[in-house]
């Protein structure tokens, strides 16, 4: 997987988010077990303290589970994974209508643009 590293903010933020987007669209299943802390560091070019604290905080809010005679696994609950999928795509909605409204857009008409462009590309 390519990572997406920027300056703008801290890595481990930046890695935490690239690894729920890779959980809750299916890259990682529930129960399926993760790539060590130094495999996923390694992949992502980053220090593995770094992608220690990425991944803590996913424990931390359950969408991993770490056992440590067996490594870190991603949560069987469905329901937490898809609650974590709707909201991020809440945030990508909201984004996209603040912009769209910037540009002079209203709210239908940004919808109405959604709908073409789908159209568009289902042809």
């Known amino acids: 997987m390519k990572w997406n590293i920027n300056e703008d903010r801290p890595i481990w933020i930046q890695l935490k988010e690239q690894l729920v987007k890779q959980i809750v669209s299916g890259k990682y299943h529930c129960g399926d077990k993760l790539p060590s802390v130094r495999e996923l560091a390694a992949d992502a070019g980053v220090n593995p303290n770094t992608m220690q604290r ?70």
């Open 54 to 123: 990425a991944l803590a905080a996913l424990n931390q809010e359950g969408l991993i589970i770490t056992n440590r005679t067996s490594g870190r696994c991603v949560t069987d609950a469905e329901d937490k994974i898809e609650h974590c999928r709707q909201e991020i795509a809440q945030k990508i909605i909201r984004k996209y209508v603040a912009e769209m409204i910037e540009l002079g857009y209203s709210r239908q008409e940004a919808s109405a643009l959604i709908k073409k462009g789908e159209e568009e590309s289902w042809n």
